[in-house]
């Protein structure tokens, strides 16, 4: 279970929580929050371009069975390496 938003703020632990964009803002410019992930149907810019390029990050442009697909490529890579280094 979740703990609730006040909850983790106050005991200012939490490993993840969801929310709109307008109601963190202020928490992710304050530094409070850092954004793992967000879903959108059409890519932010500004701030969240920028610190997505000062991270190094690409933005990710796959859907549907693109999508599926790509993530099955990368399972079976990471399973072809785990087993040419012993790891099954």
């Not at 490993?15 to 928490?27: F, K, M, N, P, Y």
């Not at 190094?56 to 785990?82: C, I, N």
Request: hydrophobic share 35%; aromatic share 10%.
């Amino acid at each position: 279970m979740w703990p609730s938003r006040a909850a983790a703020r106050r005991w200012r632990r939490c490993s993840a929580i969801t929310g709109d964009l307008s109601e963190l803002r202020s928490q992710l410019e304050s530094g409070k929050i850092r954004v793992l992930a967000a879903l959108s149907e059409e890519r932010m810019g500004g701030p969240y371009a920028e610190k997505r390029e000062a991270r190094g990050l690409f933005p990710m442009s796959r859907f549907g069975d693109d999508f599926d697909s790509y993530v099955k490529e990368q399972v079976a890579g990471f399973k072809t390496l785990a087993e040419e280094v012993g790891r099954k």
